[in-house]
């Protein structure tokens, strides 16, 4: 697969078509209302320095742009740009797509309004075509005894995301915990895969039931033809029909049976980082 020429340069062209497919509406069309400022300032604004991230296994880089941080306006605003240039093949993944799923990701978490991806967009940055991502700064202190319970159900709120976008890598080292005890789950790009292919370090919550203000905002959309049809017309111009499909299916099901699924203990286990 990752030998193929005529195979790659067919996906560098299809992707390139879903990159400018995606565009057409805005870099903040699906983004959550409070995202809103920050997603076009990440489109948008001008780039003052850009370094390189020598962790991970795609190349991966640090943009500082000329606006600031939203959370932090003392700060300069800051992103994670992934250029579909510096993507390593998978066996598994079609080539040059990795990109389009981290937006992807961020649109679902957007329609559920759940705030836990960071505001996430599509940018042709400086070595091409790519995703940028909000960097978040994580909390300056451990959170406390009175965080647990809010800490307990952003993580299964996650954990809700991952089933819905087939999360297939879902290390620890993804989920960060920023000011005021918020969660935020980053590095989303192993996704929407049309098969069954969930790992997560949250494997322990197979079998159990997903809270019901969860599941509330997942009915909701489910249920509302408008907002699906407008959340799967935006994930088409991102993902193949294929993995569009499959997507609907697992919202369908999931609301049929509001139970996080069981996944096998060994694959379904992320390969982490240590």
């Given at each position: 697969?990752?030998?193929?020429?005529?195979?790659?340069?067919?996906?560098?062209?299809?992707?390139?078509?879903?990159?400018?497919?995606?565009l057409?509406e805005?870099?903040?069309?699906?983004?959550?209302?409070a995202?809103?400022?920050?997603?076009?300032?990440?489109?948008?604004?001008?780039?003052?320095?850009?370094?390189?991230?020598?962790?991970?296994s795609?190349?991966?880089f640090?943009?500082?742009?000329?606006?600031?941080?939203?959370?932090?306006?003392?700060?300069?605003?800051?992103?994670?740009y992934?250029?579909?240039?510096?993507?390593?093949?998978?066996?598994?993944?079609?080539?040059?797509?990795?990109?389009?799923?981290?937006?992807?990701?961020?649109?679902?978490?957007?329609?559920?309004?759940?705030g836990?991806?960071?505001?996430?967009?599509?940018?042709?940055?400086?070595?091409?075509?790519g995703?940028?991502?909000?960097?978040?700064?994580?909390?300056?202190?451990?959170?406390?005894?009175?965080?647990?319970?809010?800490l307990?159900?952003?993580?299964?709120?996650?954990?809700?995301?991952?089933v819905?976008?087939?999360?297939?890598?879902?290390?620890?080292?993804?989920?960060l915990?920023?000011?005021?005890?918020?969660?935020?789950?980053i590095?989303?790009?192993?996704?929407?895969?049309?098969?069954?292919?969930?790992r997560?370090?949250?494997?322990a919550?197979?079998?159990?039931?997903?809270?019901?203000?969860?599941?509330?905002?997942?009915?909701?959309?489910?249920?509302?033809?408008?907002?699906?049809?407008?959340?799967?017309?935006?994930?088409?111009?991102?993902?193949?029909s294929?993995?569009?499909?499959?997507f609907?299916?697992?919202?369908?099901?999931?609301?049929?049976?509001?139970?996080?699924?069981?996944?096998?203990?060994?694959?379904g286990?992320?390969?982490e980082w240590?």
């Open positions: 697969m990752a030998g193929d020429s005529g195979g790659d340069a067919e996906n560098v062209g299809r992707g390139r078509s879903r990159f400018e497919a995606a057409t805005g870099p903040a069309g699906g983004g959550r209302q995202d809103v400022e920050t997603l076009r300032a990440l489109a948008e604004a001008p780039i003052e320095g850009t370094g390189q991230l020598l962790y991970g795609n190349a991966v640090l943009i500082e742009f000329d606006a600031p941080d939203p959370d932090l306006p003392d700060e300069p605003l800051r992103a994670v992934k250029p579909t240039r510096g993507e390593r093949p998978l066996w598994d993944f079609p080539r040059h797509t990795l990109y389009l799923r981290e937006t992807a990701t961020y649109l679902v978490d957007a329609a559920l309004d759940l836990h991806v960071p505001p996430t967009t599509l940018r042709d940055g400086p070595l091409g075509p995703s940028v991502q909000l960097f978040v700064h994580p909390a300056e202190h451990d959170p406390g005894p009175d965080d647990a319970d809010s307990e159900l952003q993580l299964r709120q996650v954990a809700l995301l991952d819905l976008v087939n999360n297939a890598d879902r290390k620890r080292a993804h989920l915990v920023t000011q005021g005890a918020r969660v935020r789950a590095d989303n790009a192993l996704t929407f895969l049309p098969y069954p292919r969930q997560t370090a949250l494997i919550l197979g079998g159990t039931q997903i809270p019901r203000s969860a599941e509330a905002r997942l009915r909701a959309l489910a249920d509302d033809a408008a907002r699906m049809n407008a959340l799967s017309a935006r994930l088409a111009r991102l993902l193949s294929e993995e569009v499909d499959a609907v299916h697992r919202v369908r099901e999931l609301t049929a049976d509001p139970v996080y699924p069981v996944l096998d203990d060994w694959d286990r992320p390969f240590w």
